[in-house]
């Protein structure tokens, strides 16, 4: 009989990557986590980790166990769903998670919607980055999570995760409402090749979407300023710095003489939900996604 303690272990491993960061994880010390493999190896009789340079990599053998780990977590899921379905009513307590703007468009008035109309619902909202959504997924530590795509995230194939489309968010172009482009309904990135430009932080999902879109247009960029915020992008294009793209999502000050601009070609991130494979079907859950459906039918326009 498998020690599924064990085998989470195991998951951990390859979903943080190293033993050392899983074995942070999971409260546990990087010797303790070695312990578990080298334990749950000796049960199977396989190999599960094998060297890597200075640290080690799942054999061929451990990733065909994954994959079986995968299905006993979604089934585990389906187990409590089933065992909850007289209940029928969103109740409980619920952790949502998502990253800055999708907490103050979407998830804040969400929250206010389920309080509402469920009270026996207790939920939880925390404002995380990308990454760290999955993993609190991964941990058990969150229920639902509202996510910008990228490259990094995990493949929509993963069988750990069960993630859908929620909207598409487009970039328009913010500049100083005395600029030549601020009188125009829309235009093309290329009218604003030469401009000095103020762009996300590198390493930051929207620094890809921006360097995309002016790529697209046929031009990079001269980024002169960076900012993490969307707010302070906006100010700095107040001031006369530069111009920028902004999702229109993220809220610009009514009080800043900045001009939103349509761009051509409707350049824009993706947004999803995320649950754990079969969280979707949890009463509380549910409920969740059809409020912010429906937030997201009318955010954009």
Known sequence: MIDLRRLHVLRAVSHYGTVTAAAHALHFTPSAASQQIRQLARELGVDLLEPQGRGVRLTPAAESLLGHADAIQAR?????LDLRAGEGVPAGPLRVTGFSTAVSVLLAPMAARL??????????????????????????????????????????????????????????????????????????????????????????????????????????????????????????????????????????????PVVRVSCAGRPHRKLLTCTRRGGHRRPAVAAALEELRSLAATAVS
């Open 76 to 80: 585990w899921e389906e187990a409590e």
């Open 115 to 256: 309080r509402e109309r469920h009270p026996r619902l207790s939920l939880r909202i925390r404002e995380t980055g990308v990454a760290e959504n999955f993993d609190l997924l991964f941990e058990g530590e969150s229920d639902l999570a509202v996510v910008e795509a990228t490259p990094r995230n995990p493949p929509a194939a993963d069988a750990r995760f069960d993630q859908r489309p929620l909207l598409d968010d487009p970039f328009d172009l913010v500049v100083p409402e005395d600029h030549p482009l601020a009188g125009r309904d829309g235009a093309d990135l290329a009218d604003a090749a030469h401009e000095p430009w103020i762009a996300p932080v590198p390493e930051t999902p929207c620094r890809t979407h921006v360097m995309s879109a002016c790529g697209a247009a046929g031009f990079t960029p001269d980024v002169v300023h960076h900012a993490l915020d969307w707010n302070v992008t906006a100010h700095l294009v107040a001031h006369g710095l530069g111009v920028a793209l902004i999702p229109r999502l993220a809220r610009v000050p009514p009080e800043l």
